[in-house]
């Protein structure tokens, strides 16, 4: 399956002001793109005392960790008993480029207990020796251009800060457990359940700093960081009326308050979501997001040829720092059943109004900040059965 990812952030400018200035930002529009492979599989179905098992190898991306934005800043500042006309105003551009996703190996294995019911597990290797050293690398850059003026005369300088992260050899196992039940013909039951997870990630951190295009500091060091994964569950129906058509209905919760990291040296730990220190005996205070889909698929058989037709609609909140920031949508999916080849195409349409833009350092730090969000994701996938 590979996969076309589109984000546009649309950002309200924002301003505050305090004792000795002002500080606005213009982040306007943002625009990020991705084009990857999501998922690749191959799966062999045997029989073992008259039991039907199944038996797959697979890779998938997880987390997807591209992002990318650019915004102008003006700030303007009266330094504490400074001479009266005294200011320094500066000009900030700040861009920031993050490429990467997370991707595991994952071996899974199926088993029919009796002609109804059905037990699945996946144990999944993130970060395998196959690609240990892919997982993500972010970029960030300052630029400010101060000038300082006391009203008859004033000078200006130029600071550029660049700022280089390299997170690698991202380690970490869990498993994932799964059932399915035919109630009744008609009727099919699912269940599913992520374990949480502990991860090692080694960082390497640049910092460069110039002004007037002399160089003032090279720093870099490393550090050792330790990150929890937390616990989701979901639960499923599907409803089969009559045999073209099938209506599914499904819930899924991920506990994102126990997503944290820490330093290994420091202890000091944080939330992943907020960036926000936190108590070591405690969770960040980032709620739980509750998810929920509905999907109708008519499926018209051809003498030659089975073509689907699907369409779905979805709550899909993210999280944020307390509750979550809400998002809805909806996707359209189709496909073509030959022989022994399947095809499937899907589009997905994910939009939120007026959320909190608690990714985006900068924005977050303003607590009347807000965006609209548009996702938009193609997916292209084939079976082939031998």
Not at 76 to 83: A, R
Not at 104 to 121: D, E, K, R
Not at 180 to 191: E, V, Y
Not at 353 to 365: F, Q
Request: glycine share 8%; aromatic share 14%.
């Amino acid at each position: 399956m590979g996969s076309v990812f589109v984000r546009r952030d649309d950002f309200q400018d924002l301003a505050q002001s305090f004792a000795t200035g002002s500080l606005s930002l213009y982040p306007g529009a943002q625009t990020t793109e991705s084009l990857n492979v999501n998922f690749l599989s191959v799966a062999y179905p045997f029989e073992i005392l008259r039991r039907n098992l199944i038996l797959s190898l697979n890779y998938q991306k997880q987390f997807d960790l591209n992002r990318n934005f650019e915004f102008q800043g003006t700030r303007i500042s009266v330094p504490p008993h400074s001479p009266e006309g005294f200011y320094v105003r500066s000009d900030l551009n700040f861009s920031v480029v993050q490429e990467g996703s997370l991707y595991s190996l994952s071996p899974a294995l199926a088993v029919q207990i009796t002609p109804v019911f059905s037990l699945g597990a996946t144990l999944n290797v993130w970060g395998s020796p196959f690609f240990r050293n892919t997982a993500w690398d972010s970029e960030q850059t300052l630029v400010t251009t101060s000038q300082r003026s006391d009203g008859d005369s004033s000078m200006s300088s130029t600071t550029v800060t660049h700022v280089r992260s390299d997170f690698q050899d991202f380690m970490g196992v869990n498993a994932t457990f799964g059932l399915l039940w035919n109630i009744t013909g008609q009727l099919s039951f699912g269940a599913v359940v992520e374990l949480p997870f502990r991860a090692n990630v080694d960082v390497d951190i640049e910092v460069e700093v110039f002004e007037d295009e002399t160089q003032l500091s090279n720093q870099s060091y490393s550090r050792k960081v330790k990150m929890e994964f937390p616990i989701s569950y979901g639960l499923g129906l599907a409803w089969q009326p009559r045999d073209p058509l099938t209506l599914s209905l499904d819930y899924m919760r991920v506990e994102w308050g126990n997503f944290i990291y820490w330093d290994a040296e420091t202890g000091d730990k944080y939330s992943v979501v907020t960036g926000e220190k936190i108590d070591n005996d405690g969770d960040a205070d980032v709620d739980a997001t509750d998810a929920v889909r509905f999907g109708v698929e008519y499926v018209v058989d051809f003498p030659a040829i089975i073509w689907p037709l699907r369409v779905g609609v979805f709550y899909e909140p993210e999280p944020a720092k307390g509750a979550p920031n809400t998002f809805i949508g909806f996707s359209l999916g189709t496909g073509i059943v030959f022989k022994r080849i399947t095809i499937d195409l899907a589009y997905v349409c994910k939009f939120g109004r007026g959320v909190y833009p608690y990714t985006t350092v900068g924005p977050r730090s303003f607590k009347e900040a807000s965006e609209d969000v548009q996702q938009h994701t193609a997916l292209f996938s084939s079976v082939i059965h031998f």
